[in-house]
């Protein structure tokens, strides 16, 4: 099996040696590496200058996109699926916002779409819950999907300004440059749309959900946090209620005995509850470069071990809600913390975090 | 796809209703359950007076063994294999002691033996086990695999007496009648045998590993563990070191905030330490009718889908030790507590716990 891959960065790298550690018998070889052309001296012959001399190659089986991006991510795995080549992404912009396109366009193919790197890094929760909705019906989707917002927030519990944490996290190479997706919740809102669309084969839109982030956190907040006996948590939360698909991205107050306080620094948890199975979670590295490549890898086992491939229910398009009206809120202004029922009005706070329900 | 189902207990009922409620289009149909005559009542038609009624029919394609116990289990599984049907268990004890013969079987006759119920109940932790080490090391294996003495301990702490939380255990549903094999470990033990064997391939022999429950555990015990910070739980641990398999089933101390610390009440918790992709946990339940159930419904799907079965690397047999000289235990005799270097002697503790090494 004839494997490229498109980008040679932090993930694309992992992959690249990755697979030229699996076994022999495997029978896997990467063939072509497209990257920027100044990467052509690392590559040497396997640089691919272009694209399309993989997306397009009569000689290539699967194409590993780690790109990241929209636009350019979307062309490329448009063409390789039309051109009959799987297609394993780690790229949750690009697979929240064309789920339904990329899954219809690798079943008519007769090829693999497959992303588990797209949510949780290395955990396997996409995997999980694929087989999960198989024999059993979820009623709940939550967790700590991003690790940068989550290691900010350890450490800042430490008491590390929010600046020298996200510095910490960018060196250690687990946030972008540019971490405003991260921060802001537009990062977690895309994972959640992904699992949400799995759980319950909804296909949402995410301009239907808004998100908000940790920008407004500060050292004084998580000391007053840490005095009521409670944990802050960036959390996404997916539920279907009859027609209704409620979903929320914003901070999260637990108990300190909570499962999701468990998961520190990098780490990511995702639970779902399920009918029959009821609670089971999963809890790993949610970023880095080897524990995404082999979550890749772990899709490409899939293919080479002929593994049914995962299709997903026919869409519904429920109305989206929130949990806004139903839940207190710890409400922050002028540094006085409150609580109310109900999310506060816009101007009414420098900060809030939902305030979990207990089962 | 035709099934039949061998014991009609607290697992059996489960699998048989959750068989019956799988959407038409699966094709799968219950056709014949083996137990005891006086079961002939509710089971009507579906009554089968023998299990070579099952184990050797001609129109039956898979076998749920839900009976427990070793001799006849092992009977009756080896018969369904070598007549070319596919086997799902959730019986860790006769998977523990012949894990070998009946994967050599299957393989065969071209036939699955899945047994994801056998460890964590609900949780799908052999299949995400079986399907990392297809592509990742494991160097660490450790967990809370029992749910009955999870629940007592956790009771316990909140002030229980051991036989109140017992007697509550077995009330609920998930402590059998005679709870010894869970109290004093041995269930553990079988369950990090089958962990043990598909993460490094070795064939554990389980007399060649002591194990030690909690029988000895009071009250005070668990107030004077609380008083140092620490939770006590009961834990599996199993790493490969070169030639030497070190495993260990016992009490042990950990800090609070420790991952497995999370897994309260009956919930099990399992922990793989992995090369490439760091620590992976699964938590969820680890007895009780339906999530074992639905376990072993999650391994027929892995038939229907016409996924890779499973097959167990090559043999390895290493030398067998513990964590005993490098770790320190911490000590109760006449009422008192301390901590020493190394294992105890018999006659010079009531109880004991190691005390889980910080990473």
Redesign the interface.
Known sequence: MKVGILGYGTIGSGILS?VQA?PQSYGVKAVKVFDLPHKKEVLGDLFAASADDICLADDIDVVFEAMGGDKFAHECIVKALSSGKSVITSNKEVVSKHFEEFFALAQQNGVYFLCEASVGG???CI??LT??V???TITNVYGILNGTTNFILTRMGEGQTFEAALKTAQKLGFAEADATADIEGLDVLRKISILSNIAYGTRLSYDQVKHYGIAGVTEAVLKDVASRGKVLKMVAQSTLVGDCLKVSVEPVLLDK?H?L??A?DE?NMVVYD?K??????????GA?R??T???M??D??DIL????AFVPKAPIAPTVGNFDAESDFYVVKDGNATITHGLPQDGDYTFYARIMKED
Chains 1, 2 share one sequence.
Do not use: F, V, W
């Open positions: 990755l699996l290395g955990i396997p995997r999980t087989h999960q198989e024999l059993d005995t499962l306080a468990a520190a780490y399920c029959s199975n009821g609670t089971l979670a999963l809890y790993g590295k880095g080897y524990p490549a082999s979550a890898i772990a490409l086992m071990d002929g593994n049914k």
